[in-house]
């Protein structure tokens, strides 16, 4: 048996050479759907021309709990923080900067060392 409407016709989508019925509008032409009206107001497009422009200031919550985070500390406690940090740089500086020096050999202007020979017995 086949399926019919509540009008009496059969089942499904109405004939396409049907004008009368038909709610379909013909395909611009180019093959293109055109963009719905926007009201007369055109946005220019995004920078790179595919971004959509973003409505959240923030979209990475880690970032938002940082900023809140970073506001309650005082700013005396931030700038020992950054002293502390900035000394502790310096130190790994200077500790790299003896490490390379050994693993490059010892100086050409300094002598070289001393040897001495050891019996064996």
């Keep these: 048996m086949s399926e019919q ?19 379909e509008q013909p395909p611009p032409a180019g093959g293109r759907e055109q963009p719905p009206p926007t009201g007369g107001r055109e946005q220019p497009p995004p920078a790179n021309g595919w971004e ?24 005396e406690l931030l700038a020992a923080v950054a002293r502390a940090v900035k000394q502790l ?4 500086r200077r500790l790299l900067e003896w490490l390379i020096a050994r693993l490059r050999g010892p100086r050409p202007d300094s002598e070289p060392p001393t040897v001495r020979d050891i019996p064996i017995e």
């Design 5 to 23: 409407h509540a009008e009496g016709g059969p089942a499904g989508p109405p004939p396409a050479g049907d004008g009368e019925h038909s709610r």
């Design 52 to 75: 959509a422009p973003q409505s959240d200031p923030e979209p990475d919550p880690f970032a938002a709990l940082g900023r809140a985070l970073l506001a309650a500390i005082p700013p």
């Design 89 to 92: 740089l310096a130190a790994l």
